[in-house]
Each structure stands twice: as C-alpha cells, then as structure tokens.
C-alpha cells in the first residue's frame, strides 16, 4: 500500500515521524483519515488521539491544540503538545484529572471553568490513549 | 606597603572567588550548549508554522483575523526578556537600556504603554520605576519548555485580542555568537510581515474555513515567536554569563600575579633587612 510520511512537531521539537498508510483523527469539523496523495489541506483539531495506521499496527499519539497540514507526499501535524502512546505518564495525566474535576465541582467563582475543563479533557485523552495503545 | 599576612590572605581568597567563577563559567557552558539544543529543536516546529500562515495569508486574502490588521494604538505592550540572576555581565543592561530608551522617545505619559516582565531583573528594575507591569514570569527553569511558558504567551496574546493593548514588542538579546549577543527588538503583534518570506507556496483547502484556522493558528503563532524569543534569550543569557564568569576567572589570575609579586617582593625585602640587621649588628661588636 502506498504510504505517506507523517511529521508530528511540537515546540519541544519533534515527536513522531514515520511513513505510515493511513491518518485519522478527529478535526474541529469532524473525524478525518487521510491517505497518501490526499489534496493539499489545513484543519485546526480537536483535542484528541492521532491514529495512525502501519503495517498492520496501529500507534496512538495524543494531540493537544495542534492542527494538521496535509501536502500529497506529507501529512505535518504542529501540536503545542503530543505524546506517543508508549511515552505518556499515566500517573501525572490522573492526577490531573482529579484536580481538574474537583476543581469543576468547587464551583467557587474564582475558578476559571474553561481552563479547568480543557484541562480536564486533555488530561482524559492522555489517559485514553494510554489504555488504548498497543 | 602591606604586611606580608594581609597579602597571603588578598591572595587566598582572590583564589576562592576564581574557584568558584571558574564553576560557574563550566557551568553556563554546558547551560550553553543544552539552550542551543532546544533552540534548534524549536526551529522545525517555527519553520512549519511560519509557512503555514504564510501560505494562508497570501493564498486567502479576503480572509481577515484582527492580529493581521493594524489598529489605533491607544496602548503599547513591551515585553522585557531578562534573566533572573545577575553576574550575567551586561545581559540584563543591554536589553533593559534599549527598551527604556524606546519608552522614553515613544510615550509621555505612563498611561500609554504597559510592562510585561520576564525575569526577576527586569521586573524588579520596572517596578521600582513605578511603571505599569501587567504580568511577570519569573523562576523560568534553564531549559524552558512550552508548557512553561504558555501562561504568559497566552496571557499576552489574549490581552491583545481583548484590546487591552493594541501592538507588543519584543526586547530580548538575539543570540549571534557565545561571545557577541544582540539586542533586539521585534514587533510582534499585530502581525504584520507573515507573507514576507516564503519560498514555494502550496494552495491549501481549508477546512472548515480560512477564517476558522487563522483564528487557531495566528494566537499559535504568536506564542511561538514569543517562544522563541525566550529560547534565544536563555542562550543568550547562559552565553553572557559564560563570558562575564571567563574575564572574571582571568582578572583573578593577574590580580593573584601582580600579589603574587609584590607578596615576593615583601618577603625578600623582610629578608634583606633582617640581613642588614645581623650583618650590623656583628659589625657593631666587633669595634
């Protein structure tokens, strides 16, 4: 199958990079997969998993605020945060988790909700990316 | 002329402080090298983002984002990056000189521009002149990363967007070279010169929309030219510490030479006259 190369930077320098069959993700307008020679494209994502297919494999990398840039021959995804699956420290992403919840159930006006909640969701899609590797 | 004691003890503790700025130049060498490695990590993340917005701003004209366009300035942002500790030689001097020095000739009156502060330095130099500091950062590790620093790029971006002020410049000392660091200014928002270098261009579809990714990537933008700012500034920094802590360890060396020297020169002198002392001592008894 025909392949296409896929770059994952992030601002702590370069996390992923592979020729790979298959992208998928999930943009802010909805689930993506994208295969080699796809049209030249831009999309913001969501926080969220990149899957990315190879070889009879699946590895999972956890975005945060990034967006992808599709070219036929490369697929670049710029991330202010990502992590392989196999590199995630599952134990800071849970404690971030509950300080994001009990944060959202103080409920005190001091809190800023929006922080708490992106907080909490990037610390569940670590967590679920951790339990969904393999 | 000094007592041999007070000399011997000028030279023994001359000797301790080259020690220890001898360290601390070994130290900020390796702090060197570590900086310029996060630098070069950095770049391919700024090249791509670089292009990127480039390639949107030229290829979507119609497409608007309020941190492309120019507005009235109301107020002026300036971004001091300074280091936390001094003994850094003229780092901290240098940046905050030149960005004084664009207050003074630009405003009048304090109401017009606000102080964000990196590095305790800069921001205690700024508060004791009374000037308006909406936010600092100090205690940044070493080797900063994003996640270190996203509190005040966020911050800063979001002001803008907020109107609190209407552009932001950048103070902070370019790295060129570990013994030559420049000062240098960047205008940061509003964006004003992403179309200009770019090589080859790829039209991109957008999905959703043109407006929707600037709205995204323009504030990412943003916070990695700031990022960057900072990464250059540490090496910066490590760099000019490196070189005070070197003319520092040298200075030591002559100063413990010339002791040296007149430490010799007093001894033989006590020598010469207890010499003298005898010899007329003896010559006395023997009349």
């Known amino acids: 199958m025909k392949t296409v190369n896929v770059n994952i930077v992030t601002p702590d320098g370069p996390v992923y990079e592979s020729a790979v069959e298959m992208v998928s993700t999930k943009a802010q307008s909805g689930e993506l997969g994208i295969l080699a020679g796809h049209i030249p494209m831009v999309a913001p994502l969501e926080i969220g998993a990149v899957r990315l297919k190879k070889e009879g494999r699946t590895d999972l990398v956890a975005v945060t605020g990034g967006f992808l840039e599709v070219r036929p021959e490369q697929v670049t995804i710029l991330a202010q945060a990502a992590e392989p699956a196999t590199e995630i420290d599952i134990d800071r992403a849970k404690e971030a988790k509950q300080r994001a919840e009990s944060l959202l159930q103080a409920k005190q006006d001091n809190v800023d909700f929006k922080r708490a909640e992106l907080a909490l969701r990037r610390a569940m899609n670590r967590i679920d990316v951790y339990e969904n590797r393999m | ?287």
């Open chain 2, 1 to 287: 002329m000094a007592s041999l004691r007070d000399i011997k003890n000028r030279i023994t503790s001359t000797k301790k402080t080259s020690q220890i700025t001898k360290a601390m130049e070994m130290v900020s060498a390796s702090k060197l090298s570590r900086a310029e490695d996060n630098a070069k990590s950095f770049n391919p993340y700024m090249n791509k983002i670089q292009e990127v917005v480039a390639s949107i701003a030229t290829g979507a004209k119609d497409a608007s984002h309020p941190m492309l366009s120019t507005r009235p300035v109301k107020k002026t942002a300036y971004l001091v990056i300074t280091s936390d500790r001094g003994l850094a030689g003229a780092y901290n001097s240098n940046v905050i000189r030149s960005a004084m020095n664009a207050i003074n000739s630009r405003h009048s009156s304090k109401d017009e521009y606000v102080i964000l502060a990196v590095g305790r330095v800069g921001r205690d130099f700024f508060a004791k002149k009374g000037m308006n500091i909406i936010d600092s950062i100090i205690g940044l590790p070493d080797q900063p990363s994003f996640a270190d620093i996203k509190e005040i790029t966020g911050k800063a971006v979001g002001m803008y967007a907020d109107e609190a002020f209407d552009e932001l410049y950048m103070y902070y000392n370019h790295f060129v070279s570990a013994i030559s660091q420049e000062v240098t200014e960047k205008k940061v928002l509003p964006l004003t010169d992403v179309a200009a270098e770019t090589g080859s261009m790829t039209s991109y579809e957008f999905e959703p929309s043109p407006e929707a990714i600037l709205e995204v990537l323009l504030p990412q933008y943003a916070e990695s030219l700031i990022y960057g700012a900072l990464l250059d500034g540490k090496a910066s920094e490590h760099a000019a510490r490196m070189t005070a802590m070197k003319s520092a360890t040298d200075n030591a060396k002559e100063l413990i030479d010339s002791l040296s020297l007149s430490y010799n020169r007093a001894r033989q002198a006590a020598i010469t006259q207890e010499i003298t002392e005898i010899v007329g001592g003896a010559a006395a008894l023997e009349d």
